[in-house]
């Protein structure tokens, strides 16, 4: 069974960083793209950043491209997720998701499985 964990969530002040990781287990991680989501308070999840099997190709939501950067380490079945600069608009409910392919995606249809979420809050 795929098993996703996500941590490092937590309260920052704006302009602060947080580093989010996520843990995998069940799978052949090193094999496939992963992604980044979240979710405010009442809306939908949005794209944040999906990266490569191999991490050599990532890409971003416009909302944080240029703050924002998603790497891996296959030898740890690790994604993370480098979060700078941070602003209040960035509170959310952050999950991490394994793609059904070797590449990443912006669209939730595109990924098998999902990890539980970690909070961030930023404050003003």
């Known amino acids: 069974q795929v098993q996703l964990v996500e941590s490092g969530g937590g309260l920052v002040q704006a302009g602060g960083s947080l580093r989010l990781s996520c843990v995998a287990s069940?799978?052949?991680?090193?094999?496939?793209?992963m992604g980044w989501f979240r979710r405010a308070p009442g809306k939908e999840r949005e794209f944040v950043a999906a990266i490569l099997w191999n991490g050599e190709s990532t890409i971003y939501g416009d909302s944080v491209q240029g703050r924002f950067t998603i790497s891996r380490d296959n030898a740890k079945n690790t994604v993370y997720l480098q979060m700078d600069s941070l602003k209040p608009e960035d509170t959310a409910a952050y999950y991490c998701?394994?793609?059904?392919?070797?590449?990443?995606?912006?669209?939730?249809?595109?990924?098998?499985?999902w990890g539980q979420g970690t909070q961030v809050t930023v404050s003003s």
């Open positions: 998701a394994t793609s059904k392919t070797r590449l990443g995606s912006r669209y939730e249809a595109g990924y098998a499985y």
């Open positions: 069940g799978r052949t991680f090193s094999t496939y793209g």
